[in-house]
């Protein structure tokens, strides 16, 4: 199991941006896809991004697309999200997990995520 802790998030003007972090435990995170997710107030989590486990392959929600920017670091155990051209609708709690590579749903526990908050 992978036990993510997530930072970075803060509040930003719209067109601002932010880089979140994930750190997630566990000797063989590098054989694992991973994700973004965020749960806006008032609505269900939804998925945004994700990055197979070697960080060759990505795919992205169509309304972040262009604008995020998922990576990772196996020697550091940790997932990054760069987020640009931040959107008053990009407001929410960021979780990462472990995903399925085929269907992106996460497999492991929720972490505490972070929240980023976009002004107009």
């Known amino acids: 199991q992978v036990q993510p802790v997530e930072s970075g998030g803060g509040l930003v003007q719209a067109g601002g941006s932010l880089r979140l972090s994930c750190a997630a435990s566990?000797?063989?995170?590098?054989?694992?896809?991973m994700g973004w997710f965020r749960q806006a107030p008032g609505k269900e989590r939804e998925f945004a991004a994700a990055?197979?486990?070697?960080?060759?392959?990505?795919d992205y929600v169509a309304s972040v697309k262009g604008r995020f920017t998922i990576s990772r670091d196996n020697a550091k155990n940790t997932v990054y999200l760069q987020m640009n051209n931040l959107k008053p609708e990009d407001t929410a709690v960021y979780y990462c997990?472990?995903?399925?590579?085929?269907?992106?749903?996460?497999?492991?526990?929720w972490g505490q995520g972070t929240l980023v908050t976009v002004s107009s």
């Open positions: 566990g000797r063989t995170f590098r054989n694992y896809a």
């Open positions: 997990n472990r995903v399925s590579p085929l269907t992106y749903n996460a497999v492991d526990a």
């Open positions: 990055i197979s486990g070697d960080g060759v392959t990505t």
